[in-house]
C-alpha cells in the first residue's frame, strides 16, 4: 500500500470510528433518558440500567425505598428492559381488576415461545382465555373448590402424616415430604393416581420442579440481556433449564400417550382425559386441544400448585414453631370443634376462625409471591396521566400491600388477632390480603390451595406438637427469593401427642 492509499485508509477508519463514537454517545444518552411521561423512577447506568441497584440486595426492600421516593406507580430500566411497578392496594386495583384488558398479558420469552411453543396457560391473548376457561371449568368437574375432592386430599394427609410419624420425632426437614404430598394431589386430578413417596421417577420429576424455581429470578441477567442465551457455554444457566423444561415434557407426554391408550370416552378419570376427549371431537389441529397444549398446561398446573403450598405449609409450620401459645390455642380449638375420633373435613371449617385467622397472617407475612407473575403491555397504556411503554414489563407489587402499616399494624409482627373481632369472628381486614395475586390472572388453583392448607394444617396440629431442632435454637425466619418466597431450609421435631 502506498503513502496515499495508507493516508487514506488512515483517514476511512478514523472516521468511521468517530461516527461509531457519535452514534454510541446517541445511544447511550437515549438510554439514560426516560421517555415523555413514563412513570418516574431512578436514572440508571447505559446498557445496563438499573442492575446495580438490585443486585446483591432485598429486592422488596428496594422496592419498597423507590415507592416511597417515587409514588405508587414506578419504572426502571434493567438492561433492555423496563420495568414498571404497581404498588398499593388501590393502583393495583385499578390495573389489574378494573383495567384487566390492558394489563393482563404476558412477557414474551423464548421459553414461552421456542420450548413451550405458545401453549398453556402462562401464554397471552385468545389462545390464553380459552386455555384457562377450558382447564377451570375441567378442574372444578373434579372438584376444584368443592368437597368432593376432600377424600382425595385426605388420603394424601393420611399418608403424610403417617411419614412423619416414622421419624419418631426426631429432627428432620420437612421440604421434601411435604412438596411430595402437596405434588400427589395434582398427580390425582391430572393423572388419575398418586405416587408413592419412594417411587424415584416421582423424586425425579419433584426435583426438576425444584432445580427450575431455583434457577429463575426476578430480574435475571437473561430477562434483562436475552441475548446471553446465544453466548457459548452455560454461564447463566439457560441450556440447563431447557434441559428441565424438556424432561418435564417428556415426562407429562408420556402420561398423555398411556391415556390415550387407556381412553374411555365415556368415563373421564382425570383432567388429562378430559382434554383427550375435546381432542378427538375437534381434532389436533385446533392448537387449544393439540398434545404441545394437554403438556404444557398440565406442566403450569404443576407449577401452580405444588411449590406454593408446599412453601406455605413449611412457613405455617416455622410461625408455629415462633409461636408456641399461638400453636397451642390452634389446637384446642381443633380438639373443641373436632376431636381426636377423626380427620378434620371442610365442614368443620366454619366453625374454626381462629385457625382461619392465623392462616391469613401465614399468608400475609410468608408473602411467597410478593411480586405475583410479570406482566406486559402489549400496547402503549395511559395509566394515571403516564404512559407505560408498550413491551414493559409490569410488576404487582403484592408486598406493597401486604407490609403497609395503613392496612396491617404493626406489619412486621405475627399476630393472627388482627384479623378478628371482639366476638372472635373474623373482622373483614382479611379480605385487604392478596396473596394469589388478583384480577384475571388470579391463581387457578386458590381455591384447591386453600383447601390444601386447612385440611393439611388442622391434621397435623391435631396429631403433632411442633419444637424447634434445639431447645435453645429457634430456626431462621430469613428467606431466599426466586420466583416464590421462601423459609430457608430449617429442620423441626414433629411429636406425636399422647
Known amino acids: ?13 478514523t472516521v468511521t470510528v468517530a461516527i461509531a463514537v457519535v452514534l454510541l454517545i446517541l445511544v447511550v444518552s437515549r438510554s439514560l433518558q426516560n421517555p415523555a411521561n413514563v412513570p418516574p423512577g431512578p436514572t440508571g447506568y447505559p446498557i445496563i440500567g ?55 398479558d404476558r412477557p414474551a420469552s423464548f421459553i414461552i415461545r421456542d420450548i413451550f411453543k405458545n401453549r398453556g396457560i402462562g401464554t397471552s391473548g385468545e389462545h390464553w382465555k380459552h386455555t384457562r376457561t377450558f382447564s377451570l371449568s375441567t378442574l372444578r368437574n373434579f372438584g376444584f373448590g368443592r368437597r368432593s375432592l376432600e377424600s382425595r386430599i385426605q388420603e394424601e394427609v393420611t399418608s403424610y402424616l403417617d411419614a412423619i410419624e416414622k421419624l419418631n420425632g426426631k429432627p428432620h426437614d420437612l421440604k421434601d415430604l411435604t412438596v411430595q404430598a402437596i405434588s400427589n394431589n395434582i398427580c390425582s386430578i391430572t393423572f388419575g393416581n398418586r405416587f408413592e413417596y419412594t417411587d424415584e421417577e416421582f423424586k425425579r420429576l419433584i426435583s426438576l420442579f425444584a432445580e ?13 440481556f436475552p441475548w446471553l442465551r446465544h453466548l457459548p457455554g452455560n454461564y447463566f444457566n439457560v441450556q440447563k433449564q431447557v434441559k428441565i423444561f424438556k424432561e418435564i415434557i417428556g415426562f407429562v407426554a408420556e402420561r398423555v400417550s398411556e391415556h390415550r391408550i387407556s381412553l374411555d370416552e365415556n368415563s373421564e378419570r382425570d383432567f388429562i382425559d378430559a382434554f383427550l376427549i375435546q381432542q378427538k371431537k375437534r381434532g389436533q389441529d385446533d392448537p387449544l386441544f393439540d398434545d404441545m397444549n394437554i403438556t404444557v398446561t398440565v406442566m403450569n398446573l404443576f407449577v401452580a400448585g405444588t411449590d406454593t403450598t408446599a412453601t406455605m405449609i413449611r412457613w405455617a409450620i416455622l ?16 380438639m373443641t370443634v373436632v376431636g381426636t375420633s ?39 397504556i395511559q395509566f394515571r396521566d403516564m404512559v407505560i411503554p408498550k413491551r414493559s414489563i409490569i410488576l404487582p407489587n403484592l408486598d406493597s400491600v401486604m407490609s403497609d402499616p395503613e392496612l396491617f399494624e404493626d406489619p412486621d409482627e405475627f399476630r393472627p388477632e388482627r384479623f378478628l373481632g371482639q366476638d372472635g369472628k373474623l373482622n373483614g381486614k382479611e ?19 386453600r383447601m390444601e392448607l386447612f385440611l393439611f394444617m388442622t391434621s397435623l396440629l391435631q396429631r403433632f406438637e411442633f419444637l424447634p431442632e434445639s431447645p435453645n435454637k429457634l430456626p431462621s425466619l430469613d428467606s431466599t427469593l426466586g420466583l416464590a418466597r421462601a423459609a430457608k431450609d430449617y429442620s423441626c421435631r414433629a411429636v406425636k401427642l399422647q
Do not use: W
Open 431 to 449: 379480605k385487604n390480603v392478596i396473596a394469589f395475586s388478583l384480577g384475571r390472572r388470579v391463581c387457578l388453583g386458590e381455591s384447591l390451595a
Open 319 to 334: 410461625y408455629l414453631i415462633h409461636n408456641k401459645p399461638i400453636q397451642d390455642k390452634l389446637r384446642q380449638e381443633i
Open 50 to 104: 438499573c442492575l446495580p441497584l438490585i443486585r446483591n440486595r432485598n429486592i422488596l426492600e428496594v422496592f419498597r425505598e423507590l415507592r416511597k421516593q417515587y409514588g405508587d406507580v414506578f419504572s426502571l430500566k434493567l438492561g433492555l428492559n423496563r420495568m414498571v411497578v404497581v404498588n398499593g392496594s388501590e393502583a393495583l386495583r385499578e390495573a389489574f381488576v378494573k383495567r384487566a384488558d390492558e394489563f393482563s
Open 1 to 13: 500500500m502506498d503513502i496515499v492509499g495508507f493516508s487514506s485508509f488512515l483517514s476511512f477508519n
Open 342 to 380: 377423626r380427620l378434620p373435613s371442610l365442614a368443620d371449617k366454619t366453625d374454626m376462625p381462629y385457625y382461619e385467622a392465623f392462616i391469613t397472617e401465614v399468608l400475609r407475612v410468608g408473602n411467597i409471591a410478593p411480586l405475583s407473575v410479570p406482566h406486559a403491555a402489549k400496547k402503549d
Open 212 to 224: 427450575n424455581f431455583r434457577l429463575n429470578t426476578v430480574g435475571g441477567s437473561t430477562r434483562s
